[in-house]
């Protein structure tokens, strides 16, 4: 079992930068795909990016690619995500979640999720 814990949401202008951080607890961290979804109001769940294993391979929604940086520290059992030229259509509940699976995109493949955090960007 992995639990998954979010923290660095917040309000933030546009144009302005967030990290969040995701700290995992139990075994085998480093053997999860691990990825970011976002929840906007009124919206589903959508996919960001997620990071394999071992970090050597990410994959964004196009609509991050650029701005979005996602990295892992396997030592320390925690996945980023850097998030930059904040727009306020970025605005949603952002959550990390840990695939057994190689770099799936869909929600569907995940098999643990953490509680999510708020990010708000003000225009």
């Known amino acids: 079992q992995v639990q998954l814990v979010e923290s660095g949401g917040g309000l933030v202008q546009a144009g302005g930068s967030l990290r969040l951080s995701c700290a995992a607890s139990?075994?085998?961290?480093?053997?999860?795909?691990m990825g970011w979804f976002r929840r906007a109001p009124g919206k589903e769940r959508e996919f960001v990016g997620c990071i394999s294993w071992n970090g050597g391979s990410t994959n964004y929604a196009d609509s991050v690619k650029g701005r979005f940086t996602i990295s892992r520290d396997n030592a320390e059992n925690t996945v980023f995500l850097q998030m930059n030229s904040l727009k306020p259509e970025d605005t949603a509940v952002y959550y990390c979640?840990?695939?057994?699976?190689?770099?799936?995109?869909?929600?569907?493949?995940?098999?643990?999720w953490g509680q999510g955090t708020q990010v708000t960007v003000s225009s």
């Open positions: 979640a840990a695939a057994r699976s190689f770099m799936p995109t869909r929600r569907e493949s995940y098999d643990h």
């Open positions: 139990g075994r085998a961290f480093s053997s999860y795909t």
